[in-house]
């Protein structure tokens, strides 16, 4: 069974707020990401990270930031959320060379207003 | 970049029927992936494919990797009610990054 964690699972912020989504493995994977998804569309990948101090920007440009400083860590930020930026936030990880099998965490559900 | 193009887009069904959706694409793949997601949560993975022309099952999920390697297929056999969600192909090459499909969306009528 996958031990992936996001919180918040649900965030209702205002225009403006800088925000933070925290994800979290105990794989023990080097690699994680972040995708993007509307509701009942296809994910789209915003970044990922192939081990500790490596960022890279994903296939949808957004405003969003990452850091990995731990490898079971995966902070996403946000510093001046829109009402554009309302979506759901899956952070996934998976093993060096089993990039096609990738573990998600349950999302977070992000409403900017 | 890579495009998959999976249908049906939705499927709305009877309990006990049988379910089939596949995934096609413009180039090949190593891997094929599926995936399902229930409202509000992250996608699961349900079966892997690694070889063309490989059948792997897992309960009443049976899934193949086309020979051709540009395609999979997902069957579901006698759906039951927690089968609803919505299934994501995926595909896998090199050290590229995962690519996803658009999503069947099952629904399940009384």
């Known amino acids: 069974e996958a031990d992936i964690y996001q919180t918040p699972r649900y965030l209702v912020i205002g225009t403006g707020k800088k925000i933070t989504l925290e994800c979290s493995q105990t794989?023990?994977?080097?690699?994680m990401y972040w995708y993007q998804q509307d509701p009942g569309m296809e994910l789209h990948l915003i970044h990922y990270?192939?081990?500790?101090?490596?960022?890279e920007k994903g296939d949808l440009s957004s405003e969003s930031t990452v850091s990995r400083i731990r490898t079971e860590h995966f902070p996403l930020t946000l510093e001046s959320a829109r009402p554009s930026h309302t979506s759901q936030y899956l952070c996934?990880?998976?093993?060096?060379?089993?990039?096609?099998?990738?573990?998600f965490g349950p999302g977070t559900r992000l409403t900017v207003l | 970049g890579q495009q998959l193009n999976q249908s049906p887009q939705s499927m709305f069904i009877q309990e006990g029927e049988d379910v089939s959706m596949n995934c096609t694409s413009s180039?090949?793949?190593?891997?094929w992936l599926w995936y399902k997601q229930d409202p509000g949560e992250g996608p699961v993975l349900l079966i892997a494919?690694?070889?063309?022309?490989e059948l792997t099952s897992n309960g009443r999920l049976t899934a193949q990797f086309g020979i051709t390697r540009k395609d999979s297929f997902l069957n579901i056999s006698a759906s039951i009610p927690s089968d609803v969600g919505i299934y994501f192909c995926?595909?896998?090459?090199?050290?590229?990054?995962?690519?996803f499909g658009t999503g069947t969306r099952l629904t399940i009528i009384p």
């Open positions: 494919l690694y070889k063309a022309g």
């Open positions: 794989m023990g994977h080097d690699k």
């Open positions: 180039s090949i793949f190593n891997t």
């Open positions: 996934a990880s998976s093993r060096l060379g089993g990039e096609g099998e990738q573990f």
């Open positions: 990270s192939y081990g500790v101090n490596s960022t």
């Open positions: 995926a595909g896998h090459f090199g050290n590229e990054k995962l690519t």
